[in-house]
């Protein structure tokens, strides 16, 4: 008898995860190589080509398939509570209410024009929304954590995610060759990457470049995005809770404030007022990115190629017209604050 039929039956995430789990390391194994590219990109790229290989395709929509799932939905909720553990309130603060201000309107306008420019473009389903979320937040994640409330389809989130992986490598290159004609001194030029790219991996990789005090401004104007990801996903609980009408009063609503949106809150304030060891927050910065590498792998197998060419056009649209956007706000608060 084969020992290992019980335990897959017992445990049928297991292969997925440990294929999430060996892509994470392929992954890392990548960023360390070019370190140019960061590991959550190449997690997600990774997860893209898995699942347009006619040989693997039937494992991913098979055997892998709920390990996967778990990878993309649960994995991603406990790697954004640990992404709270980033976040101080102190270091928010100490950028000053023109900052803070210009930051969270650059969140809101965003969010608000790219929904309008998905609906405009008639992207399907909750596409509007997870795009919006992703381009205006904080990419991937954010699009992740967006996705489990509004219980949108892992097929419906994929595209998305391809869309703000897309933009957000592009942004790797293109920023730094308009830095100096633009004009920007080195920590503006942090406070436009921060304020304009999507991913906290895609800031790094970028901002980079123009020294380590540009990269602290770009990193502590990213997680002040970051922040506005609890109030966002909280009202779009609520908007779903209200439209969840079900006659049967034992129905399942969605929670006002889903328990990972808390859970991510309560590790800002663990954060900003608990004095952690540093060992502690490298550990738990080490558990976010690996859980978050496997969960954007999970996210990635599930775009297909021919559906996003199929819809192609118009998504691409949306997500290019949308990073100009943002990058053109940046671009503002950053002549604003000076």
């Given at each position: 008898?084969?020992?290992?039929?019980?335990?897959?039956?017992?445990?049928?995430?297991?292969?997925?995860?440990?294929?999430?789990?060996v892509?994470?390391?392929?992954?890392?194994?990548?960023?360390?190589?070019?370190?140019?590219?960061?590991?959550?990109?190449?997690?997600?790229?990774l997860?893209?080509?898995?699942?347009?290989?006619?040989?693997?395709?039937?494992?991913?929509?098979?055997?892998?398939?709920?390990?996967?799932?778990?990878?993309?939905?649960?994995l991603?909720?406990?790697g954004?509570?640990?992404?709270?553990?980033?976040?101080?309130?102190?270091?928010?603060?100490?950028?000053?209410?023109?900052?803070?201000?210009?930051?969270?309107?650059?969140?809101?306008?965003?969010?608000?024009?790219?929904?309008?420019?998905?609906?405009l473009?008639?992207?399907?389903?909750?596409?509007?929304?997870?795009?919006?979320?992703?381009?205006?937040?904080?990419?991937?994640?954010?699009?992740?954590?967006?996705?489990?409330?509004?219980?949108?389809?892992?097929?419906?989130?994929?595209?998305p995610?391809?869309?703000?992986?897309l933009?957000?490598?592009?942004?790797?290159?293109?920023?730094?060759?308009?830095w100096?004609?633009?004009?920007?001194?080195?920590?503006?030029?942090?406070?436009?990457?921060?304020?304009?790219?999507?991913?906290?991996?895609?800031?790094?990789?970028?901002?980079?470049?123009?020294g380590?005090?540009?990269?602290?401004?770009?990193?502590?104007?990213?997680?002040?995005?970051?922040?506005m990801?609890?109030?966002?996903?909280?009202?779009?609980?609520?908007?779903?809770?209200?439209?969840?009408?079900?006659?049967?009063?034992?129905?399942?609503?969605?929670?006002?404030?889903?328990?990972?949106?808390?859970?991510?809150?309560?590790?800002v304030?663990?954060?900003?007022?608990?004095?952690?060891?540093?060992?502690?927050?490298?550990?738990?910065?080490?558990?976010?990115?690996?859980?978050?590498?496997?969960?954007?792998?999970?996210?990635?197998?599930?775009?297909?190629?021919r559906?996003?060419?199929?819809?192609?056009?118009?998504?691409?649209?949306?997500?290019?017209?949308?990073?100009?956007?943002?990058?053109?706000?940046?671009?503002?608060?950053?002549?604003?604050?000076?």
């Amino acid at each position: 008898m084969n020992s290992a039929a019980p335990s897959t039956r017992t445990l049928p995430w297991l292969p997925g995860a440990a294929a999430a789990a060996v892509a994470a390391l392929a992954a890392w194994g990548i960023h360390w190589l070019v370190p140019a590219v960061p590991l959550l990109t190449a997690a997600v790229v990774l997860g893209i080509v898995v699942g347009q290989l006619p040989f693997a395709r039937s494992a991913v929509t098979g055997v892998l398939a709920p390990g996967l799932s778990t990878a993309a939905k649960r994995l991603m909720r406990i790697g954004v509570v640990l992404l709270g553990l980033k976040l101080s309130l102190g270091d928010i603060a100490g950028l000053g209410w023109v900052t803070i201000a210009t930051t969270v309107a650059i969140v809101v306008v965003t969010f608000v024009g790219t929904l309008w420019l998905g609906r405009l473009f008639r992207l399907p389903g909750h596409q509007p929304l997870l795009v919006a979320t992703g381009f205006s937040i904080c990419g991937a994640s954010a699009i992740g954590a967006m996705s489990g409330v509004v219980k949108s389809k892992d097929e419906e989130t994929a595209t998305p995610v391809a869309l703000v992986t897309l933009c957000g490598t592009l942004a790797i290159f293109v920023l730094p060759v308009l830095w100096h004609p633009l004009g920007l001194t080195d920590l503006q030029f942090g406070h436009w990457v921060g304020a304009g790219v999507h991913d906290v991996g895609q800031v790094v990789a970028t901002a980079q470049i123009a020294g380590s005090a540009a990269l602290a401004v770009a990193i502590v104007v990213k997680l002040t995005r970051v922040l506005m990801l609890a109030p966002m996903v909280a009202i779009a609980s609520a908007v779903e809770r209200r439209r969840h009408v079900d006659p049967d009063p034992a129905a399942k609503r969605p929670p006002i404030v889903p328990l990972f949106v808390a859970g991510f809150i309560v590790a800002v304030l663990v954060r900003s007022f608990v004095p952690l060891p540093q060992v502690v927050i490298d550990g738990a910065d080490q558990l976010q990115t690996a859980l978050l590498a496997m969960a954007l792998f999970g996210l990635g197998t599930a775009v297909r190629l021919r559906t996003l060419l199929g819809t192609g056009s118009r998504a691409l649209a949306v997500g290019l017209l949308s990073w100009v956007l943002i990058a053109a706000l940046a671009l503002g608060a950053v002549q604003l604050s000076s």
